[in-house]
Each structure stands twice: as structure tokens, then as C-alpha cells.
């Protein structure tokens, strides 16, 4: 592999691009940049070449993530447009605008394009390659918000916690009104130091967020292969709740990630009745403490003996209060984690209770409808298709909000 092989996937990416064709040109970049990355030197050749193709995977992960290019380069200067043949004229001239880790940026930039065109296993390659690469540096904490969904889809729910608790610890960081505008912490000792006893002011929100946008995400991958595989659950819940009692250690409210443990461990070996753990997420009622509240809710409709009637509403209160904040960010728990469990949550709970549904022939058609519409709309469809088919009784705004247009 050369130089000259990496600039003709770059040039390809950007024909493909500029015939309307997206999708296809993630392909060539995609091999072009493993490749460029393969034969890194010291040299004024890559280090030119590597900015250059850096600003080729931000353009076209710009589109592909937000519909449209970036307008502003860091510097920051006017993002040029990508033209044909501007790797093949390629000098050493951009040189001066490299800045490592350049090498981590282009693939996050790859993991950003593979997300926006929906390509999963690509984009789960690329987060996986930068985790295993960069684990053991400071650079992956700084960035590893990006990574958390796709090591939750890998069932890597030890390494998501703790990535989660670091990367969250160091955007919080950058909250502290003294370090606005100072220097960025480089080291998880300047990250201690720097948070110190200042952390303790943001303590709810820190463990907050990560309850909210990694571990719950975590139980409900955990449910989904509990509907399909128990005793595989069983082993990977307890060995994310011991991840949950190593944060514990050095959490801001370490009460929480030991209360989270316990429903954790519990909830996939009929631990719990499904009343028990309604009246203990009525306990996390607290604003702070609202994760585990609905943690101990989605626990209590994989209990054995749940009928629809009290499944459905305890979905339809999960998904309007935490369940639909995953709907635009991150993307991809939502449409590769929340998506996969209700679909196969109610086609089981559906196909054991037909009885209990007012036109089982009806609703059987509907779901299957349902299933087939696109992840955005899916669960919003399975919800608004149980919940007028079963007696209960709930807040008619409850049900009216999950309509969505075909």
C-alpha cells in the first residue's frame, strides 16, 4: 500500500459524492483511510496527506450526519468544497496544519459518516478499532461519548460503563466556570484535580447522565437478549452489575450505582415481582434519582406472570418520560438497542396473551404493520397499537401522542 493507492479512494469518494451517490462513497473512503493510517510516518508526505483527507471525512460526515457540510474549518477558516483531482495534485504545502491525534479524527470522522448512512457493522468495526487502539489513552476519554452505543451493541457493557463514567467526567470538567477558557485537562489526574471538590456541584447530574444515556440503555440490550437467550442475560447482568459496583468506588453518589447493582442482579432471576419493583421506583421518585426509577420500571415488565394490560402502561410511561430522549441522540441506541427490544417485547407478549387483546386478528395485522415501519416511528406504532386493543385504563393524551402519521 502507498500513498498514491490512498489518494485514489479519495478521489473516488469524491466522484461517487458528487454523482449523488453518498452511501457508495463511504466505501473507498472508508478503505482509503485504514489504509492511509496503515503506512503512518514521520514524513512531510503523510502528514500533508492526512490533513487532507481528515478535511475530505469531515465534509462528507458533515452531510452525512447533519445534511449539510461543515462552513468553518478549527482554525478557523473557510471549509473548502472537495473538487476532483485535489489529491492527485496533492503538495506538502498542508503540513502546517497537521495536529496529532489526526490519525483518531479520521476515524471518528469514518464512525460519524458510517452512523449518518446507517451502516452498522461498519460503523461498530470503526468504534471498536478506535477503543482497542486508543484504551489506553487520555484521547479516548475526550471522545468516548461517540463509542458508548456501538460497545453497548457489542454486549461490551463493562467497558461502556466505565468509558461512560470517564468521557462524562471530563465533559463536566469543562463545565467548572474557572476552566472556561483555560487549558483542557490532559491526564485523568489533571481531570481529578481540576474537578477536585468542584465535581460535587454537578455530583446528580454527572451520575445523571450516565444512568440515563448508558446504563439504561444497557438493561434494555439486556432485556432484549433476556427475551430471547435468559440464561446469557443472566451472566451478563451480573457482570454488569459488578461494573456497576466498580463505579461505585469513585462516583459522586456512590448509593446509586449500588442500588442500580442490587436491580441489576435481581431482575433477571425472578428476584422481584413485578409489584415489588413498581413500589421501589415510586422510592427513585426524586428528580436525581429518576434513572433507577424507570430502571426498576422496564425491570418490572420482564418479571414472569406480567399481563399486557399492566406492561403497556408501564411502556407508555418509560417512553415519555426517558425512552423518547434517545430518539435523536444518540441515534443508534435508539434504532439498534430501543427499537430491536419493543418490536420483540410485544410480538412475544402479543403471540402468549392473543386472549386478552378486544381483535386478536386485527391487532396481529397492525403489529406487523407496525413492524415494518421505519425506527422512528416503530415503537411510537407498537404503543399506540396495544394500548387502544386492551382494556386499561390511562390518560387518553397518553395514547393520542403516540400517533404518527404512515
Not at 415489588?276 to 421506583?281: A, D, N, P
Amino acid at each position: 500500500m502507498n500513498e498514491q493507492q490512498v489518494k485514489n479512494s479519495a478521489e473516488s469518494a469524491i466522484k461517487l459524492w458528487q454523482n449523488n451517490n453518498l452511501g457508495a462513497a463511504f466505501d473507498p473512503l472508508y478503505t482509503g483511510g485504514l489504509n492511509l493510517l496503515d503506512i503512518k510516518n514521520e514524513g512531510s508526505s503523510w502528514k500533508s496527506l492526512a490533513v487532507l483527507y481528515a478535511h475530505l471525512c469531515a465534509y462528507l460526515s458533515g452531510i452525512a450526519v447533519n445534511r449539510i457540510p461543515p462552513e468553518v474549518t478549527l482554525d478557523p477558516e473557510i471549509y473548502s468544497v472537495p473538487e476532483p483531482g485535489m489529491f492527485l495534485k496533492h503538495q506538502d504545502k498542508f503540513e502546517k496544519y497537521y495536529r496529532p491525534p489526526v490519525d483518531l479524527f479520521i476515524l471518528l470522522q469514518l464512525l460519524l459518516y458510517a452512523e449518518g448512512i446507517n451502516r452498522k457493522d461498519a460503523a461498530g468495526k470503526i468504534a471498536l478499532n478506535i477503543y482497542e487502539t486508543y484504551k489506553d489513552s487520555f484521547n479516548l476519554i475526550k471522545t468516548g461519548n461517540n463509542l458508548i452505543s456501538h460497545l453497548i451493541i457489542s454486549e461490551k457493557y463493562r467497558e461502556a460503563l466505565q468509558l461512560s463514567f470517564k468521557s462524562t467526567l471530563y465533559l463536566f470538567s469543562l463545565k467548572i466556570p474557572e476552566q472556561e477558557g483555560s487549558k483542557k485537562p490532559e491526564s485523568e489526574a489533571e481531570l481529578k484535580e481540576i474537578l477536585g471538590s468542584e465535581g460535587a456541584t454537578f455530583r446528580q447530574e454527572i451520575d445523571k447522565s450516565i444512568l440515563v444515556f448508558c446504563l439504561i440503555p444497557i438493561f434494555i440490550k439486556l432485556g432484549n437478549t433476556f427475551l430471547l437467550d435468559p440464561e446469557t442475560a443472566r451472566l451478563k447482568a451480573a457482570e454488569t452489575a459488578e461494573a456497576c459496583l466498580a463505579i461505585a468506588v469513585e462516583a459522586y453518589q456512590p448509593e446509586l450505582w449500588k442500588a442500580a447493582a442490587g436491580i441489576i442482579s435481581r431482575s433477571f432471576n425472578d428476584g422481584y415481582s413485578f409489584e415489588e419493583l413498581l413500589e421501589m421506583g415510586d422510592k427513585f421518585s426524586r428528580e436525581e434519582n429518576y434513572a433507577l426509577k424507570h430502571l426498576c420500571l422496564l425491570a418490572g415488565t420482564l418479571q414472569k406472570g406480567i399481563i399486557p394490560e399492566n406492561a403497556i402502561i408501564t411502556h407508555m410511561v418509560i417512553f415519555h418520560e426517558i425512552i423518547k430522549n434517545f430518539m435523536n441522540f444518540p441515534y443508534f441506541i435508539y434504532g439498534h438497542i430501543v427499537v430491536p427490544f419493543f418490536k420483540n417485547y410485544w410480538s412475544t407478549k402479543f403471540s402468549t396473551n392473543r386472549f386478552r387483546f378486544k381483535n386478536p386478528s386485527y391487532v396481529e395485522s397492525e403489529l406487523q404493520k407496525a413492524f415494518n415501519a421505519p425506527n422512528v416511528k416503530m415503537v411510537q406504532k407498537i404503543l399506540y397499537t396495544v394500548s387502544t386493543n386492551l382494556s386499561i385504563n390511562i390518560d387518553r393524551s397518553y395514547i393520542d401522542s403516540l400517533k404518527t402519521s404512515d
